[in-house]
């Protein structure tokens, strides 16, 4: 048997601000998932996203410490648009989250930009940009 992905955990420190922001981006977390110390959204082709709040990660790994310094990771969502990019980007900024690359038009084609969620993991925003004629 061969080890398959099954599912991304993010270890947040605020459960009820972290599936809000991942709600807002399309991740189905059930009713009531922000108050838990556990949460998972189905995500296509049988994956999950997992949330776990650093309490939960604690009991399980008492001498457990959140990483400092700037993230390793990132999850990378597909737009539908160029102006979805735009607008998803500066939704998130104005409800006070961080805004780290402005939406731009990348040299590999696409619309792109990164917002980070409320514990500071990168979300590239991105969408193929037209063929030019």
């Known amino acids: 048997m061969t080890p398959r992905i099954d599912a991304f955990a993010l270890v947040v420190s605020d459960m009820a601000a972290a599936?809000?922001?991942?709600?807002?981006?399309?991740?189905?977390?059930?009713?009531?998932?922000?108050a838990e110390s556990h949460a998972e959204?189905?995500?296509?082709?049988?994956?999950?996203?997992?949330?776990?709040?650093?309490?939960?990660?604690?009991?399980?790994?008492?001498?457990?410490?959140?990483?400092?310094?700037?993230?390793?990771?990132?999850?990378?969502?597909?737009?539908d648009?160029?102006?979805?990019?735009?607008?998803?980007y500066e939704e998130l900024v104005g409800m006070g989250h961080h805004g780290e690359l402005k939406p731009w038009?990348?040299?590999?084609?696409?619309?792109?930009?990164v917002v980070h969620d409320p514990d500071g993991n990168g979300v590239d925003?991105?969408?193929p940009l037209p063929?030019?004629?």
């Open 19 to 34: 599936v809000a922001f991942y709600r807002r981006l399309g991740f189905d977390f059930p009713e009531g998932a922000e």
């Open 41 to 79: 959204a189905p995500l296509p082709g049988g994956l999950r996203l997992m949330l776990d709040t650093e309490e939960m990660v604690r009991s399980l790994t008492p001498d457990w410490r959140p990483p400092s310094g700037d993230g390793r990771h990132s999850l990378a969502l597909l737009c």
């Open 81 to 88: 648009s160029p102006a979805e990019v735009d607008a998803v």
């Open 105 to 113: 038009d990348a040299f590999w084609g696409q619309r792109y930009a």
């Open 125 to 127: 925003l991105f969408a």
């Open 131 to 133: 063929a030019s004629e």
